[in-house]
């Protein structure tokens, strides 16, 4: 029961990060080169 609420909260971290790096990536496509700064923080 344990195992599977873990495997859960996991998945839906999962779901939730590949959300947000599409959005970056977004992001990177709209921003001209010279705006990026490095590092990116996540």
């Not at 779901?15 to 080169?33: D, F, G, H, R, W």
């Amino acid at each position: 029961m344990l195992a599977n609420a873990t495997r859960e909260m996991i998945e839906n971290n999962g779901a939730i990060l590949q959300k947000n790096n599409s959005k970056v990536l977004e992001q990177l496509e709209k921003t001209p080169y010279s705006q990026i700064v490095f590092p990116i923080v996540v």
